[in-house]
């Protein structure tokens, strides 16, 4: 007889690959939970102990006497639940507590605080971590993307994907690292699924960013995609059009900050031949950068 090798379904570690990208890394059981009702016996009042043990205790012909013993460990005080996450549809309210926040923070280490403690954008229940910045706050330039990707989400860092390591060749060919930029996201929690972040979900975190940028104080400012662009520049151009042209991103403060649009890392990634339009801008920022100095 010939044997036949098991083989596992076709597509299945490209179906891994899609549920790991997506964010699904927790097993979950075969039916679904109705977290609704979860929540509602949690919040349910507790029985008086006297209705609670008449209600408990088993009945025989004998009389509750004669109930059989339970053994030990089903004695034991079963852990208490988890309670459930406190996230709610973000209203005027948390936008408003948002901007009180961001104005109250005097320095980067607060602002970080502050948004840590902050539970006014559901993203944050649904991310691994809180993607800040990195690099150098005291660099003269500061880059700003739109949200944190899976990878980001993990190492709660931004641009340490692909599309970081390709923003790395990049400033490295202009005599830049992340030792000399400020590197930072419009969105510090990464949408589920890496889904675009609402307008509701943008202007939640508006009052973060542009406090970051504040405090920052860079001396020019570059922005990575069309979102960031739109939010930081107060416009609906597109990023094609807005791309290699300085604009301005004025602070709350009233200091003007010289801006460079230009394309996102993860839309060179899938259109390699607009490279070269990424390439432009970014010597256009190593030459106003050298006009500074």
């Not at 340490?160 to 000399?180: H, K, N, P, W």
């Not at 570059?222 to 597109?238: I, Q, Y």
Request: glycine letters at 6%; hydrophobic letters at 40%; proline letters at 10%.
């Amino acid at each position: 007889m010939t044997s036949i090798a098991r083989q596992d379904p076709p597509g299945l570690a490209e179906l891994f690959a899609f549920y790991a990208e997506a964010g699904a890394y927790d097993a979950l059981t075969e039916e679904p939970v109705d977290r609704f009702a979860e929540g509602a016996r949690l919040t349910q009042p507790a029985q008086p102990p006297a209705q609670a043990a008449a209600r408990q205790a088993p009945v025989s012909e004998s009389g509750p006497s004669a109930a059989p013993r339970t053994p030990f460990r089903d004695q034991q005080a079963s852990p208490a639940p988890r309670p459930a996450a406190t996230a709610a549809v973000p209203d005027e309210a948390q936008a408003a507590l948002a901007r009180e926040l961001a104005a109250k923070a005097a320095t980067l280490e607060e602002l970080r605080q502050h948004m840590a403690a902050f539970d006014g954008c559901n993203l944050k229940f649904t991310a691994k971590s809180m993607v800040f910045a990195d690099g150098n706050p005291d660099g003269a330039v500061m880059l700003v993307g739109e949200a944190p990707g899976r990878d980001e989400d993990i190492e709660g860092l931004p641009f340490v994907g692909r599309s970081g390591q390709l923003l790395d060749r990049i400033l490295s060919a202009i005599g830049l690292d992340r030792t000399s930029v400020y590197i930072a996201n419009v969105i510090p929690w990464r949408p589920p699924g890496n889904r675009t972040p609402t307008p509701h979900e943008t202007e939640i975190c508006r009052p973060f960013i542009e406090r970051q940028i504040e405090l920052a104080n860079p001396k020019l400012l570059v922005t990575l995609g069309g979102p960031s662009a739109k939010t930081l520049l107060n416009t609906t151009e597109g990023v094609l059009r807005l791309r290699g042209n300085w604009r301005s991103h004025t602070t709350k403060t009233g200091t003007v900050i010289p801006t460079m649009p230009t394309l996102h890392p993860a839309y060179l990634l899938r259109n390699p031949a607009h490279k070269k339009l990424a390439w432009r801008d970014f010597l256009e920022v190593k030459a106003r950068l050298r006009s500074l100095t």
